[in-house]
């Protein structure tokens, strides 16, 4: 079974629509920054990233399905596994929990590539960290 990375949120009032739920798209805001957090947990920079090895994460594709709605101050919880990992891309599963209760899924591709936007490998040090997590 993968490791599970945890991140948590506070749902404020500008992630709400005017019935005081979370807007649908805010979901994937809350998923990018508990991507970054993971990043940060495992020591691997995004501006190191492209500093030292020209490359950058960009989300290529996302399917997302939500279960039950978050409301204003809920407290979120935020879970993060690789769900396959490839040379130049990674499959993350994320889901966003109130509780014991599942709020949204989300299988969130991600691809590796240079500063002119052109595929590349994950860097050998970065792909040894985040198996290691």
Known sequence: MPSV???????YYEDTDAGGIVYYANYLKFFERARTEWLRAID??????LEE?????VVKSV???YHAPA???DALRLTLSIEKMGRASIVF???????ETLL???RVKIGCVDS????RAVPDAVAARMRAA
């Open 53 to 57: 090895h020209d490359a950058l994460f």
């Open 44 to 49: 691997v920079g995004q501006q190191a990233l």
């Open 93 to 99: 599963l994320q889901q966003a929990w109130c509780g």
């Open 5 to 11: 990375f945890t991140w948590n949120v506070r749902v």
């Open 63 to 65: 399917s997302t399905d």
């Open 116 to 119: 002119a936007m052109r595929p």
């Open 104 to 106: 949204s899924t989300a």
């Open 71 to 73: 409301r204003l101050d």
